[in-house]
């Protein structure tokens, strides 16, 4: 359990635990849901010219930064506006949120710098993630 046990040290510096960690780390599991998996959200940020981004956080150098303007072009103001909703936040909230989490749960799942074979492997990764972290 090497992975999860990185991805939790990762996460739990990352927003504290309790509920709001829960909430933002749901939010990510939603965002990778509704993306259709980690291929599905590379390519989003992609078609929206930030593929450098993303594949800074799947390589095994130096995780590029992403800003909140930058993760609301890619996932549209509806589908953010509907995670803040979630999380009984503002827009730019959750964005921030978001872009402070994501690069870290894709670095994570993501060790040996290589996408992971299949989505049905990310969902288990996140749903023990989930358990590990919250349960």
Known sequence: MGLLDSAMGALGGAGGNGSGNNAMLDAVMQLLSNQGG?????QAFQDKGLGDLIAS?????????????????????????QIAGQLGMNESQAAGGLADLL?????????????????????????????KLFG
Do not use: C, F, H, Y
Not at 38 to 42: E, F, H, P, Q
Not at 67 to 79: A, N, R
């Open 38 to 42: 980690l291929a599905g959200l590379v």
């Open 57 to 81: 956080w799947i390589g095994s150098g130096r995780n590029l930064p992403i800003s909140p303007e930058q993760l609301k072009s890619v996932l549209g103001g509806s589908q953010l506006g």
């Open 103 to 131: 690069p870290q749960v894709i670095d994570k799942l993501t060790p040996d710098g290589q996408m992971p074979q299949g989505d049905d492997l990310l969902a288990q990764g996140l749903t023990l993630l989930k358990g």
